[in-house]
């Protein structure tokens, strides 16, 4: 991979979303999260996708290489001190003239040293980045693997919803209930990221949508039909302000029952119940002894 002028340019910790003390575990993380978004398989009509694919990939590479990053850092704080030292010209140009044309002189002596400076560490960034490509990133195509493996996982996980949702009449959505007054901000105990933590472990969701007119309902659509069952068989809610939850779209023929109030007559979600109550009531405990 040969250097470019827009590489040098580019900030690419705030490129992946980093601390320039990132290690090489939390670089690779975030290169996959963001490769996985702009990927071109996934945007193939999107030219601006693939040049930011292009662009996280040389990131990936840099920074995951110890000489390589160690002299793209040279150049950044370089190029950091430029910006500094630019910023407090301006300001410096409020004052007298003569004390700023005194200063300018001796900030042109001054910078022609950087200049050298920089002109090194940019040569040296050259060098380690044609190092990089000679000897091919290994590391680079292992993470590019990685994404190529869940982009397949979540075709499949895509077409085996599409499969049993052919039994009913689309995605699969069930209505949720709970108790809540109007003037609770609290909704009952149930927001949006408490709803999607509930249902999220049965499966994908593709969407939840909190009713405006009635504060005590929301619907919730599966990419799956086996995810919707198991959430109507197994899920509870709150303990302490149970779900009613009940068929909305796309039920598979011969599945009995309608909805089933939060606390249920199964084993299972019995022992949930009761494990939680123990748990809140040692808490209640810790907390009394330690007043």
Not at 153 to 173: D, F, M, S, V, Y
Not at 192 to 220: C, I, T, W
Not at 278 to 283: A, G, I, N, Q
Request: net charge positive; with cysteine.
């Amino acid at each position: 991979m040969a250097v470019t002028k827009e590489l040098l340019q580019m900030d690419l910790y705030a490129l992946l979303g980093i601390e320039e003390k990132a290690a090489d575990k939390e670089v690779k993380k975030a290169y996959r999260q963001k490769a996985l978004s702009c990927h071109p398989d996934k945007n193939p009509d999107n030219p601006r996708a693939a040049e930011l694919f292009h662009q996280l990939s040389q990131a990936l590479e840099v920074l995951t290489d110890a000489a390589a990053r160690a002299a793209y850092d040279k150049v950044r704080k370089a190029k950091k001190q430029a910006a500094e030292r630019t910023q407090k010209l301006d300001e410096r140009r409020k004052k007298v003239k003569l004390d700023l044309e005194a200063r300018e002189r001796q900030a042109q002596a001054h910078g022609s040293e950087e200049e050298e400076e920089e002109k090194r560490s940019t040569r040296t960034l050259e060098q380690e980045i044609e190092r990089l490509r000679e000897e091919g990133s290994r590391q680079l195509e292992e993470q590019q693997k990685l994404i190529q493996e869940q982009i397949r996982q979540e075709r499949e996980q895509r077409l085996r919803g599409k499969a049993e949702n052919t039994e009913g009449t689309g995605t699969p959505k069930l209505k949720l209930k709970w108790k809540c007054k109007k003037e609770d901000e609290s909704r009952g105990g149930y927001s949006k990221d408490v709803l999607l933590q509930l249902f999220q472990k049965y499966g994908e969701v593709l969407n939840l949508v909190l009713s405006r007119k009635k504060p005590g309902a929301a619907v919730v659509e599966f990419a799956a039909v086996k995810a919707a069952e198991l959430a109507v068989q197994n899920e509870v809610g709150l303990v302490d302000n149970p779900l009613k939850i009940s068929w909305l779209e796309g039920r598979p023929q011969g599945t009995g029952g309608r909805s089933h109030p939060g606390l249920s007559q199964s084993p299972v979600r019995r022992a949930m119940v009761v494990l939680t109550l123990v748990k809140r009531e040692r808490r209640k405990n810790d907390v009394g002894a330690d007043e």
